[in-house]
């Protein structure tokens, strides 16, 4: 895993995570449901094992969900803002 050396500049108080850094795996990181995705996510073929190659480190923020992970992160959160649902995407 090696560290890109792009700045991260998204930062948004009212998101469903918390953003830090930016990281390329050239191997890139399998996909699975998340612990909080929907039944019908989890009946998917992942066997197939799709990959990201790029994402955000992030840490979900109290209240959101985790729909999916990239090899063991966090990587389609899910939150509300008041009365919205926020969903976030933090790969490439």
């Known amino acids: 895993m090696t ?3 792009f700045p991260v ?4 108080p009212h998101g469903p995570v918390k953003q830090y850094d930016l990281r390329v795996v050239e191997e890139g990181l399998v996909l699975e449901p998340g612990p909080d995705a929907p039944a019908e996510w989890r009946q998917l073929d992942w066997g ?3 990959r990201v190659y790029w994402y955000h480190v992030v840490t979900p923020r109290e209240g959101s969900r985790v729909l999916v992970t ?3 992160h966090p990587l389609l959160v899910a939150g509300r803002c008041g009365r919205a649902r926020w969903p976030s995407s933090r790969a490439r």
Do not use: N, Q, T
Request: no cysteine.
């Open 70 to 72: 990239a090899g063991g």
């Open 3 to 5: 560290r890109a050396s």
């Open 9 to 12: 500049d998204y930062k948004d």
């Open 48 to 50: 197939r094992k799709p």
